[in-house]
């Protein structure tokens, strides 16, 4: 479902989607928004969140979420009796929101609820841990009039759902939430040796670094490359000239 992006309460035409009491919903959130952060939930219901980004996760239940742009989340809801629901989603500074409709038929509508108060960020929220924590320590190329802003005290806040989400009682998805089913990617076994190099373009006797003497090592970066010293590919031969008559 798509929701779409309207300017206000006063404009929120609700968009339905059927469905029969009982029966399990799929739905996909879509950020399109060119900049703005929504907080999604359906009021009445819980959501169970089985992808992020395309990518699938442990179901994990909750009641909200926040979904930044170009971001996509997959949840499962079950709606029951014949009640309508309101898919609700107030935009991050509370200035307006989009909102949909679950209903067993067409014609039925549920009310929104109103929109949280807007809250500021503070301090910690955009320079980090203020009570002196953990500094970092940055690179010399980190320091001049090029860099706009420098973070001293890094925290380590995932587990935080965000300003205008803390403490509103209502479970909100974060990210240590989200694991992904799929195992890690097995390294790619390295391919069969490549003959030794007949000519070197550099001088350099055939296959055969010059500075270190090493022989080239099989299963480069790119297929067919032969990697050479530390990570470099050996240079392909240039494509002969064609001279047009």
Same mark, same amino acid.
């Given at each position: 479902?798509? $929701?779409?992006? $309207?300017?206000?309460?006063?404009?929120?035409?609700?968009?339905?989607?059927?469905?029969?009491?009982?029966?399990?919903?799929?739905?996909?959130?879509?950020?399109?928004?060119?900049?703005?952060?929504?907080?999604?939930?359906i009021p009445g219901l819980a959501m169970m969140v089985g992808a992020a980004d395309g990518q699938h996760v442990h179901p994990v239940t909750v009641d909200e979420l926040r979904i930044a742009t170009a971001e996509t989340f997959d949840v499962i809801v079950t709606p029951g009796g014949a009640d309508a629901y309101t898919i609700f989603a107030q935009s991050m500074d509370r200035?307006?929101?989009?909102?949909?409709?679950? &209903?067993?038929?067409?014609?039925?509508?549920? /009310?929104?609820?109103?929109?949280?108060?807007?809250?500021?960020?503070?301090?910690?929220?955009?320079?980090?841990?203020?009570?002196?924590?953990?500094? /970092?320590?940055?690179?010399?190329?980190?320091?001049?009039?090029?860099?706009?802003?420098?973070?001293?005290?890094?925290?380590?806040? $995932?587990?935080?759902?965000?300003?205008?989400?803390?403490?509103?009682?209502?479970?909100? $998805?974060?990210?240590?939430?989200?694991?992904?089913?799929?195992?890690?990617?097995?390294?790619?076994?390295?391919?069969?040796?490549?003959?030794?190099?007949?000519?070197?373009?550099?001088?350099?006797? /055939?296959? &055969?670094?010059?500075?270190?003497?090493?022989?080239?090592?099989?299963?480069?970066?790119?297929?067919?490359?032969?990697?050479?010293?530390?990570?470099?590919?050996?240079?392909?031969?240039?494509?002969?000239?064609?001279?047009?008559?």
């Amino acid at each position: 479902m798509v $929701l779409p992006v $309207l300017p206000g309460p006063e404009s929120a035409k609700p968009a339905h989607q059927s469905d029969r009491p009982g029966e399990r919903v799929r739905l996909r959130f879509i950020n399109g928004s060119s900049m703005s952060t929504f907080d999604v939930r359906i009021p009445g219901l819980a959501m169970m969140v089985g992808a992020a980004d395309g990518q699938h996760v442990h179901p994990v239940t909750v009641d909200e979420l926040r979904i930044a742009t170009a971001e996509t989340f997959d949840v499962i809801v079950t709606p029951g009796g014949a009640d309508a629901y309101t898919i609700f989603a107030q935009s991050m500074d509370r200035s307006g929101y989009a909102r949909g409709t679950l &209903t067993p038929r067409a014609g039925m509508t549920a /009310a929104a609820p109103a929109p949280d108060k807007p809250e500021p960020t503070s301090m910690g929220d955009m320079m980090g841990d203020m009570m002196g924590g953990k500094r /970092a320590h940055h690179a010399r190329t980190e320091y001049g009039p090029s860099v706009d802003m420098r973070v001293d005290t890094p925290r380590a806040n $995932l587990d935080d759902p965000g300003v205008g989400l803390r403490d509103n009682g209502r479970r909100v $998805l974060t990210y240590p939430d989200l694991h992904t089913i799929v195992r890690p990617l097995k390294r790619p076994r390295a391919g069969p040796a490549l003959p030794p190099r007949s000519s070197c373009r550099s001088g350099r006797s /055939a296959g &055969t670094d010059a500075p270190t003497g090493r022989a080239p090592v099989s299963g480069g970066p790119n297929p067919g490359s032969v990697a050479w010293g530390a990570g470099r590919s050996a240079p392909r031969p240039s494509p002969a000239p064609v001279h047009a008559r």
